[in-house]
């Protein structure tokens, strides 16, 4: 059975920083691309940034200069690295994998999601 595994979260003041990860198991052979979604209070879910197996990144405007998104193809991680955080920033992130292929499925999967609050 797959499974997203988030870890990382928690509260920090402004100007600080957190490093999410995210673990990916259950015999897996192969994932097309790993990202990281956000969704503050009342608000839709949004894209925070994405990585392909071969390491193209891709980024939300908001987030550009202060976070970076790393992989581990080998042990199917995907890491968050998040500075010069902002109140507005606060938020429930979920990892996604997308186009995962399995010994029993393929498809996009979702993690439990972790809190990350930034204080002002």
């Known amino acids: 059975q797959v499974q997203l595994v988030e870890s990382g979260g928690g509260l920090v003041q402004a100007g600080g920083s957190l490093r999410l990860s995210c673990a990916a198991s259950?015999?897996?052979?192969?994932?097309?691309?790993m990202g990281w979604y956000r969704q503050a209070p009342g608000k839709q879910r949004e894209l925070v940034a994405t990585?392909?197996?071969?390491?193209?990144?891709a980024y939300a405007d908001s987030v550009k200069g202060r976070f970076t998104i790393s992989r581990d193809n080998a042990k199917n991680t995907v890491y968050l690295q998040m500075n010069s955080l902002k109140p507005e920033d606060t938020a429930v992130y979920y990892c996604?994998?997308?186009?995962?292929?399995?010994?029993?499925?393929?498809?996009?999967?979702w993690g439990q999601g972790t809190q990350v609050t930034v204080s002002s």
């Open positions: 996604n994998a997308e186009g995962l292929l399995s010994l029993r499925s393929r498809g996009d999967y």
């Open positions: 259950g015999s897996i052979f192969s994932i097309n691309a």
């Open positions: 990585i392909t197996s071969g390491g193209r990144t």
